[in-house]
């Protein structure tokens, strides 16, 4: 298990970025990238970061044919972050490939830890079996995708922690379940389905939690920040 929850930099930009950082001071954070701030700022966020010491997960969710995914994970590799991810839906052949991309970009010898989305947090059963003709439950179809990440390779799942337990039990302890969708008792859940809040992440077996929201649109973001990290250690109620 992480000690640190991963904070999701949802911002447009890297002076909003700077911005909220600048109050954590000489802090060690871990940091996930995401969509809108990489593909409005590119490769010049993650030079910035690690200037900063901050442990990075690139989340750009790959999914595309395995010859372009393996050709993107080689880049992403060479950018020297630690995670990154691609979704389990793209097949098995895909997941191999992103992980020989990063097997063959990796910087001295060290490659990023690799994740396949399950089904995202935004998710409800209900929307998966309308949206995606899926008709077994919803866990079902998260421990499906888990099995068919480790057996092309990843280090591990994007999920919920809803989904930690049994996928703890079908790919064992060391296999990442890392989850968002993490939200506290008394605040909003936003557009997430699948919500639990760190105290209990820890108990269902996450290995590492992801908070954007309850974080960085809160009145005070660092105190915000250390009550999460304060749950999910086991340091406070
Ligand atoms: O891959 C992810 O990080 C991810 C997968 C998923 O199933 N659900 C999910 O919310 N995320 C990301 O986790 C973060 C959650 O942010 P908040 O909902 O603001 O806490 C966002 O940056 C999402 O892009």
Redesign the pocket.
């Known amino acids: 298990m992480e000690k640190e929850p991963i904070i999701?930099l949802?911002f447009p930009s890297w002076e909003q970025t700077e911005a909220f950082l600048k109050p954590f001071k000489q802090e060690q954070l871990y940091v996930?990238v995401?969509m809108e701030l990489y593909l409005q700022n590119g490769p010049f966020i993650i030079e910035r970061l690690k200037e900063m010491n901050h442990r990075i997960f690139l989340?750009l969710?790959l999914h595309d044919i395995p010859n372009t995914v393996k050709q993107a994970m080689k880049g992403l590799a060479a950018l020297g972050v630690d995670m990154v991810?691609v979704h389990a839906a793209g097949g098995v052949q895909m997941m191999k490939a992103a992980r020989e991309g990063l097997d063959e970009g990796a910087k001295d010898g060290k490659r990023p830890v690799l994740l396949a989305?399950t089904q995202?947090?935004?998710t409800s059963e209900e929307a998966m079996q309308e949206d995606q003709l899926i008709s077994v439950p919803l866990q079902e179809s998260v421990l499906h995708y888990a099995k068919k990440a480790k057996e092309a390779g990843c280090d591990g799942v994007?999920c919920?922690v809803l989904e930690a337990s049994i996928i703890c039990e079908a790919c064992g302890e060391d296999f990442y379940k890392v989850t968002?969708?993490?939200r506290l008792k008394d605040g909003s859940t936003?557009?997430?389905q699948r919500i639990a809040d760190p105290h209990e992440a820890r108990k269902m077996g996450s290995t590492m939690i992801?908070?954007?929201?309850?974080v960085?649109k809160a009145d005070d973001p660092v105190a915000s920040y250390h009550h999460v990290k304060a749950l999910w250690g086991g340091q406070a109620q």
Do not use: C, E, Y
Request: aromatic content about 0%; glycine content about 12%.
């Open positions: 999701a949802d996930k995401g989340d969710k991810n989305v995202l947090t935004s994007v919920s968002p969708g993490i936003d557009d997430q992801v908070v954007g929201r309850p960085t």
